[in-house]
Every structure is written in structure tokens, then in C-alpha cells.
């Protein structure tokens, strides 16, 4: 049955990408929150200082996103075997 | 005005609400009920939210209306962690569920060879860097009963006591604790009633603050945009956090996240299935998110309306109050409420288990002596160890309160004791990201640590002249300018904050790493720490086998019925002996038994007391060949390494022979091939000499008989054929050697083959030579080139002749089969090849004695090239009293056609 | 009195050829095929020339030659070495070795002649 083998081999393809999805996701988030705010103006220099609501947007925003993105991450893999696929992944890398 | 005493009724009935969960819980537990709620993923995520203390929930509104939107980065940071909770978490938990992890100091211990030291010290920090923690959420308690109180003494009738206030919510906390926390000595095992009231409370914070928040959104500033307008027009209203604080705090508060006690007794050993990890990942910080989300709102609220002098740290409560919604005032003090006890609970549950583990157990084990066999029942000490251990944790917090008089910013309090917990973090890490992490290192990386984390943090914090006089502060410790405790080094102008975070971690990592370079784990070491960075590689692995001969299994049983209690240390053993095959009685103990056994008491006592106890029964500690043995996942790999080396320089000293070998081959071919021309000049030289001469005879030489004539004439023509024979057999040799010949292979019998050979070499000579032959051996069909074959025979038998020098020369041609080889064997009774011609004597030109003979030396060098081109090949067998020439002949050659139907 | 030469030659359509060449001069030729008692046999019949080959069964012609030099009756025997093996280094050695004279074979018959002849012309008058 090539078409069942074929659609099993993409499942967990799939599920190995989810899993570098995960993986990545801490590291857009540090980045966005660690690395974008520092770059706001305090209001020292020429600029005028960043409105608090555009920084309360800005940070809640990322984080209500990082919030779905995790479940909707979470939701794929939920019925998967997580150590199966990293290792599968490992091992094929 | 709600009255004081309506207040504190409200909260009593709401702690006996707690309490009649937390034993419900507890029942329904027991009676392995309710596992759909209380195994929840839901319960999990909720539990974690002891993180929003009650700094969190009243502090945070203070920390935004002083600071602004710094106030979040205590929420980023552990939103962080669970987002990347494949990173750190995932491998936590699993090491936690493998090695039956009781707390932080545990996990580190246990990592670092059960290591008692360690255990020490860590708890001895986390008491240090918790119990101003625990002190400010007692003092968050008052100071909000306190607003309830003193904008009208007389209306309650009462005034408030601070200090008894205090005391009475550390002896409701201390009674929940010790009732929920210590029902079931495993540490490992759940404490459902006080996770279940924990997720209570937890709902009950967070609606209480979202609440407030709506109140503050919808009910004063009239809407979402209205309150965006009002933030940007407050005083907080720009963005004013500065760079290296924001991301400091950020990693500062994921690093608590991970070391806190508390954190860690609900993340990890209250973790119920790893699956739950997954949900609290996007769960949690969802939690986190809607818990800040009305911060600023507030605080800007807060700010707008309320008196100057009033204390920012308590918004949540004085906004709904001065509005008059005294009953959302009075849920927002419930919320605050649960924030503090919860988490003054689990982290006193989590403090008392590492304290009563690893400081009052050893301690008493060491005081007995005698070993826990003969003590008492252990299990009733370890119980009130640990109850002992939460009454004098919880009372070091009422101490703390009243020392410090309740002073100080809610958030500063909070910030210190993240930085000492902190300290945790590269000992942790390293233990289970890196192998060649050492128990020196973490002793001397935490030490530093800690130390840096006191001077530049801690003690500065009381303030100058406290306890560090304003001396030290301005021209550093003992007068050293490069010691003062916020610019250490001399490097001035850091934020003190960061410089205390950056200067105590960085020195505690350098060090740890620095001094894990230079000492050696011991092999116990080695092990654990190759079970805790390969913890997915073998989850259930061995921590180390114990050797067990000595001792019985009945003073396992009784140590184990003390510490774990009868009925379930009975079940323990039942369950071994049935697995061992044993029918009744107690199983047999053998390594594997006293090691599940060993992580069974782990799970009540640690790990460190466990491996003791079990020690002193067994028979020291003294590491067995099988625990060595155990530690073959490192020691298999070094092992591998060097047997690969060894094959290697084997395979060199070999390849070294072989060129040896080869190059003496080489020197021998040299020579011959220097003597090539040599021998081929003599070769026809000598002939030719024969020609010249009788040629010039006959030519000069008039009187010449007939008979001469005739007799010189022929001379000449022997050698002629003499020379012509010696050129065909170099261009027969040559057109071999290039390959270039042409089988005319057919089926051929050999035993016709060999009579041609005899035949004709006989015939060639005038010497006699008997041959023994076996002709039914012989009679085999070959599908080859029987001329050749021919050729190769009549060589042999030609050089049988010529070169035996026995008195009776006799020949022996043997036929016979080795596996799929056809193997004839030409054996004469002479003295053989001398043993250094063996080598060569398939060369060319390889004559290897000066007695004439016929021919130039090319016989067996065209031989080994005509079977090398009939896929076969001639051996020369050495052997006492004669030679003997193998010629063999793969049976694939054999043609499949019976040898009646032919004959050659 | 005849001439007396021994010839150590082992092939023997060569030694044909010499002893066809030299007894038509007058010379007895007294030849032998093997090396192993050439020295022995001159020794005793003390001729006015030896020819030698070189590659001979039993014993070189140079094992022969230094047995003869080695003994004081025949150190000044003139010895002519005839060899197949015709190196600059063979007659290097055979002069080293003490020969009186070094031919290649082949030779031309009048060369040989003329050797054998410059060789005993002192002795044999």
C-alpha cells in the first residue's frame, strides 16, 4: 500500500517541522520583546518618547499572537509522539 | 465601608471554603476518584500561577505607576520559558518523573552525585532568598487589611493589629500546610489538596484583578480608547524603560521562573504527565497575559484619582473603595489574599520538603549512627521533620516581617530574592545540558554566586548604614575601591539592579564553568550526569547498581516500612517479588530491586538520604565493578575510542609489514630486473657463440670433412631453435603479462591433458623419470584452454626432470578436490626449492641454481601467467623430502558434460 | 711439445668450437664441464693456458680462478675468462680477481686466437 506508507511518511514529516516550529518559537519571542523595545525612544533625545499605548499594543499584541501560535502548535501535535518525532528527526538530520 | 471584622469573616469563611477543597480533594483522591480534575492539564497550568504572587497582583499596579511598562518583563520572562518549553522544561520534568525529584535542590544534588554538600547548600540559599518573599506576602496581607481599616477606626469597632494580623495568617498558613503537605510522605506524589485549593485561588486572583481592571476600563475611564488616552496623557505616559534593564529582568525573571522552590515543586514534581507541559505552554502565558493586562489601566487610574501620598502598591484595593464598590473591593482583597497564600504554601511546602530532606534527615541520620534499621520509625521523623520544617519556615518569614517593620517597595523585595534564587540557574542548566559539568564547579559556581548575590544585593537593600555601613558603600569592603557593592571593579554607573544580576551571575557561571574544566567527577557523578543529559535516551535507566550480597531483604523491608509506611512498603516488595517470579515472601535483592527501591525512599527523603540510608545497610558506598560497569555509557565510549585506536595502529603496524614486505619484494624484483639484461645477454650470448664460431668455421675453413660440415652445421641450428625457443617464450610471457592472449577454451579431459604433458616432456629429455599417477582421480571434465593447460604441465613435469636431484628421480601427479578447487599436485622426491628462493621462484629469470639446464628461466613465470589468465593459480608447497607445484583450478572451470562423451 | 690448454667451459657446442679452433694450432685441449674440480685438474696437469667460463655448475669461474691465484705454482698461469655475461662490472671483477685476459662471448675466432697466442707467446716458445 504505497499511498497509506506515503501519507504516514508525510504525517510525521510534518509532525518533525512542527517540532522545529516549537522549537524556534522562544527565540522569535525573546527576540520581539527582548530586542524590539530597546530600540524605543525613551524620549531623551530629538524624538518624542513611544506613546504607552503603542508599547502596550506592541507587547500584548506579540503576546496574545505567541499565545495562538503555541496552541495552534500545541493542537497539531497533540495526539503525536513528541520524543518519537524529535528523535526520528534527530536521527535523520 | 465594609468593616474590618465583615472583612476578616469573608476571609475565613473563604479559607474554610479552601480547606473543605483541599480535603475534598484529598478524599476524592484516596479513593482514586476525581482524576479528571485533579490530573487535569487545566489544574496543572492553574497551580503554576503561584508565580503571581501577591507582589505580582498588588505589586505589579505599584511597580507600573512607579516605572511604567517594566513592570512586564517579570511576566515575559516566564512567558518565555513555557513557550520554549521544549528547550528547558520538557528535559526537567522528564529527570524529575526518571529520578523521582523532590525539589530544586534535589534535581542539582542528585545531578552532582548525590551530592549532600550541594543539597546543603542550595536549601540553606533558597531559605535565605524565600523567606523575605514569604515575609513580603504576610506583609501584603496587613498592609491591605490595614486600608480596610484605617480610613475609619471606629467603624469596625476593632483597629488593626499589624503584627497580630501577621501572625495569625502565618498560623492559618502554617495549619494548611502541614495538614495538605505532609498527608503522604512522598514528595513525589502529589499533594492534590493543596494543588487543587492553589487552582482556586489562582481562578479567584485572576478574576478579581480582571474585575478590578474592567471597573477601571469600563466603569471610570469610559471605554478602551478613553483608557489608551488617559495612559498616554499620564505620567508614565512615555516609554521609559531603560535597555539593560528591560532584557535583564526579562532573563532574570525566566531564570527564577525555573529556580524558584515554589516554581519548581509545581512544574516539575507535581507534574502529573508530561503532555500537561505541552498545554500549560501557550495556557500559562495566556494566564500571565491576562493577569498584566489591566496593570497599567489601573495604575494610570490609580494615579488620576488618588491622593498624592496614598501607596501606589495598593490601587487594586483603594480605587474600588474611594468609588465605593466596597463588594469588588473586598473580591480584589480575596485575590490579593490568594495570591499571597498560595504561594507562601507551596513555597513552605517546597522549602520544608529540601530542609527536613537533606539538612534535618542526614542530620539525624548522623546523630542515630546506628543506621535506620534499628531506629525507630523513621517514617513518623521524616514527618515531623518536615512539619517541623514548615512551622520554622513560616515563622522565619514572621520574623523577617517584623524586622524589617514592613518597610520597603513591595517590588524590591521581590526582585532580590528572583537574584538569589537565580544563582541556581548555571548549576542547573549545566546539569542537564553538559556532562562535563563537576559537583566542584556547581559547589564553587553557586558559591560565588550567592556570595556576589548578598554583597551587591541583598544587604545593600536594607540600606546604607544597615547592614552595610555607608563606608563600604562609597570606598567598597575593607577600604578597597574595587569592592564596593554597586560598582564592583570600580566600573561605575550601572543601573544597581543589572550590575548585582550581571556581575553575580557571569562570575557564577565563569566559575562553575572554570572550575568543571579542572576537576574530575567521580564515577557516581559521571553516571548521573550521563543520565541526566541523556535523559530521553534512557528515561528509565539505571542510576547505579548496588551490591547487594550481603545484605537481607527483611532489613530493607523494615528501613522501607519506617519510611514509607507498612501497607505500602508491603505492596512495594510484593510487587518486586511477583515481578522477580518470587511466590510470596520478599523478593530477592538484587541491584535492580534495591535501586527502584532506592529511588522509592528518593521520592520521600531525597535522593542524597535515600542513597545514605540504603548505604548503611547495604555496606558503604564504595562504588562496585558493576557500578563501574554502569557507568559503560561514557566509559563504552572511551572504551570504542581505543579499541578503535588499537585497531588502527594494528592496522598501521600491518599496512607497515605489508610495505616491509613489499619493499623487500621490491629490492628482490629490482635486483632481478638489474640482472634482466644480464641474464637475457647471457641468455643469448651463449647460443650465439656457438653460431659465430662454427659459422665463421665454416665459412673460413676450406678443408673440411663431410662429416664436419654436416656435424657444424647442425650446431648451428640446435642453438638457432635454442634462441628462436627463448624468444617465443619472452614474447609468449610478454603478450601474457599485457594480457593480450586468447583462450580457446573448450571442454577438456584432464587426464588426456596430462598424459600429452608427460608425454611430451619425456620425449624432450634423455633423462628418466618414473611418474606415479592415479588416472581415475583424473578423469574430470574442464571447460579451460587445454593447450595451455598443456603448456603449464609439461613446465612442471619438464622441470621434475631437469632439476631433481634424487638418485631415482620420481615424479607424483595427484589429483584431488579442496571445496570448489581442483587442485593437481606435481610432487618429485628431490631436495626441493632452498627456502630463500621460495619468494621468487615464479619470477622471471628466478633460475635458482647454476647446473645447466635447458631453458632460460621463464617456465614458471609463463606458468603462474597462463593460470592467472585460466582463472587459477600454482602454488609451490614446501614440505620435507621433495617439491611440490600445485596447480589449482576452480571448479567453475568444470565443464557440466560427463567425461564419457569426450575425449581430447 | 704440444701445447697444453684446459678448457671450463660447460656448454658444450662451445667447447666444440675451441677445441675444433685450438687443435688445428696444435694444441691439446683437455676440457672440462664442471667448476667443482677444474682447480684440482690443473693443478695436476699444470698447463700453458686456462680458459674459463664464468656461469658453472659447481663451482664459478671466479671461485676457480681465485683457488688458482691462491696457490703459488699457478699464480702466474695465464688464465683466459671467457663469459656470456659481458658488464663493465664482470670484467672489473675478473681483472680484479686476477685474470690475464677478458673476452665476451661471442667472439671472432681470429681474436681468440690471437689471444691465446699473446698470452703464451713468453712460455711456449
Known sequence: MPRTSLFLERKSYRMRRIMDAIRFMPFVCAALWMVVPLMWSGGQGAHAATPLSAALWYIFGIWALAVMVSFALWWRIRSGDVDAAVSAADTSA | ?904 | MTKHVVLVEDETNIAEAIRFLLGREGWRVETLANGSNAADVIRAGMPDLVMLDVMLPGKTGFEVLAELRNDPACADLPVLMLTARGQARDRDQAMQAGVSRFMTKPFANEEMLAAVRDLTAGRVG
Open chain 2, 1 to 904: 465601608m465594609v468593616s474590618l471584622n465583615q472583612l476578616i469573616g469573608v476571609c475565613l469563611v473563604y479559607v474554610a471554603g479552601l480547606f473543605l477543597v483541599a480535603f475534598l480533594a484529598e478524599r476524592a483522591a484516596i479513593r482514586g476518584r476525581g482524576d479528571w480534575l485533579l490530573r487535569s492539564p487545566l489544574v496543572y497550568t492553574l497551580s503554576l500561577s503561584i508565580y503571581c504572587t501577591a507582589w505580582t497582583f498588588y505589586g505589579a499596579v505599584g511597580y507600573a505607576a512607579r516605572s511604567g511598562m517594566e513592570f512586564v518583563t517579570i511576566y515575559l520572562g516566564p512567558s518565555l520559558v513555557m513557550i520554549g518549553w521544549w528547550w528547558v522544561l520538557r528535559r526537567l520534568v522528564r529527570i524529575g518523573r526518571s529520578q523521582r525529584v523532590t525539589s530544586v535542590a534535589d534535581l542539582i544534588s542528585a545531578r552532582y552525585g548525590k551530592s549532600n554538600v550541594l543539597a546543603i547548600m542550595i536549601t540553606i540559599m533558597a531559605v535565605i532568598g524565600v523567606t523575605p518573599y514569604i515575609a513580603l506576602q504576610l506583609q501584603s496581607v496587613t498592609l491591605s487589611l490595614s486600608i480596610f481599616a484605617s480610613p475609619d477606626p471606629d467603624a469596625g469597632g476593632a483597629a488593626l493589629n499589624n503584627a497580630h494580623a501577621a501572625f495569625w495568617v502565618a498560623g492559618g498558613l502554617a495549619l494548611f500546610t502541614v495538614l495538605f503537605g505532609t498527608r503522604n510522605l512522598n514528595a513525589n506524589e502529589r499533594h492534590h489538596g493543596v494543588v487543587i485549593a492553589v487552582a482556586v485561588e489562582a481562578v479567584v486572583k485572576l478574576f478579581a484583578l480582571l474585575a478590578v481592571g474592567a471597573f477601571v476600563v469600563w466603569g471610570i475611564a469610559g471605554g478602551l480608547n478613553e483608557t489608551l488616552a488617559r495612559i498616554d496623557a499620564s505620567s508614565i505616559g512615555g516609554w521609559q524603560a531603560q535597555g539593560g534593564r528591560w532584557s535583564a529582568l526579562i532573563f532574570l525573571s525566566a531564570a527564577a521562573f525555573l529556580c524558584l522552590p515554589r516554581m519548581f515543586q509545581v512544574l516539575v514534581v507535581e507534574n502529573d504527565d508530561e503532555r500537561h507541559l505541552q498545554i500549560a505552554s501557550w495556557a500559562f502565558p495566556l494566564y500571565l497575559m491576562l493577569m498584566s493586562l489591566f496593570v497599567v489601566p489601573i495604575a494610570v487610574t490609580g494615579l488620576d484619582l488618588m491622593p498624592a501620598g496614598s501607596n501606589p502598591d495598593l490601587y487594586v484595593l483603594s480605587i474600588p473603595l474611594s468609588q465605593g464598590h466596597n463588594g469588588l473591593a473586598m473580591f480584589a482583597f480575596l485575590g490579593g489574599f490568594s495570591s499571597a497564600t498560595s504561594m507562601v504554601i507551596v513555597a513552605t511546602l517546597a522549602l520544608s520538603t529540601m530542609m527536613s530532606n537533606h539538612i534535618v534527615m542526614p542530620v539525624w541520620l548522623k546523630l542515630r549512627g546506628g543506621g535506620a534499621q534499628q531506629s525507630g520509625d523513621v517514617r513518623g521523623v521524616i514527618i515531623r521533620a518536615r512539619r517541623l520544617s514548615i512551622l520554622l519556615i513560616i515563622s522565619l518569614g514572621y520574623l523577617y516581617y517584623r524586622a524589617s517593620g514592613g518597610s520597603g517597595a513591595l517590588a524590591a523585595i521581590g526582585l532580590i530574592s528572583f537574584g538569589g534564587v537565580a544563582q541556581f540557574l548555571p548549576a542547573l542548566l549545566g546539569g542537564i545540558f553538559w556532562r562535563g559539568a563537576t559537583r566542584m564547579g556547581a559547589i564553587w559556581g553557586l558559591g560565588i554566586g550567592f556570595m556576589l548575590w548578598m554583597f551587591t544585593m541583598l544587604l545593600p537593600s536594607f540600606g546604607p548604614g544597615a547592614a552595610l555601613s555607608q563606608g563600604v558603600f562609597d570606598h567598597g569592603l575593607l577600604g578597597l575601591g574595587v569592592l564596593r557593592p554597586q560598582a564592583l571593579f570600580g566600573i561605575d554607573g550601572i543601573d544597581p539592579t543589572v550590575h548585582a544580576i550581571w556581575w553575580s551571575l557571569s562570575l557564577n557561571t565563569f566559575a562553575f564553568a572554570v572550575v568543571s574544566f579542572f576537576t574530575f567527577p567521580h564515577p557516581l557523578e559521571r553516571l548521573q550526569g550521563a543520565q541526566f543529559v541523556n535523559v530521553f535516551d534512557h528515561s528509565s535507566g539505571p542510576a547505579h547498581g548496588w551490591t547487594v550480597a550481603a545484605s537481607g531483604a527483611e532489613d530493607l523491608m523494615i528501613m522501607s516500612q519506617r519510611i514509607l509506611g507498612a501497607t505500602e512498603a508491603r505492596a512495594f516488595f510484593e510487587r518486586h517479588a511477583r515481578w522477580q517470579g518470587a511466590t510470596g515472601g520478599l523478593p530477592r535483592p538484587t541491584p535492580a530491586f534495591v535501586q527502584a527501591l532506592e529511588r522509592e525512599l528518593a521520592g520521600s527523603v531525597g535522593a542524597a538520604t535515600a542513597n545514605a540510608m540504603i548505604g548503611q545497610i547495604i555496606g558503604g558506598q564504595a562504588l562496585s565493578v558493576e557500578d563501574l560497569m554502569a557507568v559503560a555509557d561514557e566509559s563504552a565510549q572511551i572504551h570504542e575510542y581505543s579499541s578503535q585506536l588499537e585497531a588502527k595502529s594494528r592496522e598501521l603496524t600491518e599496512t607497515a609489514q605489508e610495505l616491509g614486505h613489499a619493499n623487500q619484494k621490491l629490492t628482490q624484483l629490482s635486483l632481478q630486473k638489474d640482472s634482466f639484461l644480464s641474464q637475457i645477454s647471457h641468455e643469448l650470448r651463449t647460443p650465439m657463440t656457438s653460431i659465430r664460431s662454427f659459422s665463421q668455421i665454416l665459412r673460413d675453413t676450406d678443408a673440411l670433412t663431410g662429416t664436419e660440415k654436416t656435424r657444424f652445421a647442425s650446431i648451428i641450428h640446435t642453438e638457432t631453435i635454442r634462441l628462436t625457443r627463448l624468444l617465443d617464450d619472452l614474447l609468449d610471457l610478454s603478450v601474457m603479462e599485457n594480457g593480450e592472449v586468447s583462450l580457446n577454451s573448450k571442454p577438456v579431459n584432464l587426464r588426456a591433458v596430462i598424459d600429452q604433458a608427460v608425454m611430451t616432456s619425456r620425449a624432450g629429455s634423455s633423462n628418466v623419470i618414473t611418474v606415479h599417477r592415479t588416472p581415475e582421480a583424473e578423469e574430470i571434465v574442464l571447460f579451460t584452454d587445454g593447450d595451455r593447460l598443456a603448456q603449464v604441465f609439461i613446465n612442471l613435469v619438464t622441470n621434475a626432470i631437469k632439476y631433481c636431484d634424487a638418485a631415482k628421480p620420481e615424479l607424483t601427479i595427484a589429483v584431488r578436490r579442496d571445496d570448489d578447487v581442483i587442485v593437481v599436485a606435481f610432487t618429485d622426491n628431490g631436495s626441493g626449492i632452498p627456502a630463500d628462493g621460495e619468494g621468487i621462484v615464479f619470477e622471471k629469470f628466478a633460475r635458482l641454481c647454476n647446473e645447466d639446464v635447458d631453458g632460460a628461466g621463464l617456465g614458471l613465470a609463463i606458468c603462474r601467467e597462463i593460470l592467472t589468465r585460466l582463472g587459477g593459480e600454482i602454488r609451490y608447497v614446501s614440505h620435507v623430502g621433495g617439491a611440490t607445484f600445485e596447480v589449482r583450478l576452480a571448479t567453475s572451470a568444470e565443464a557440466e558434460t560427463s567425461a564419457s562423451l569426450l575425449s581430447v
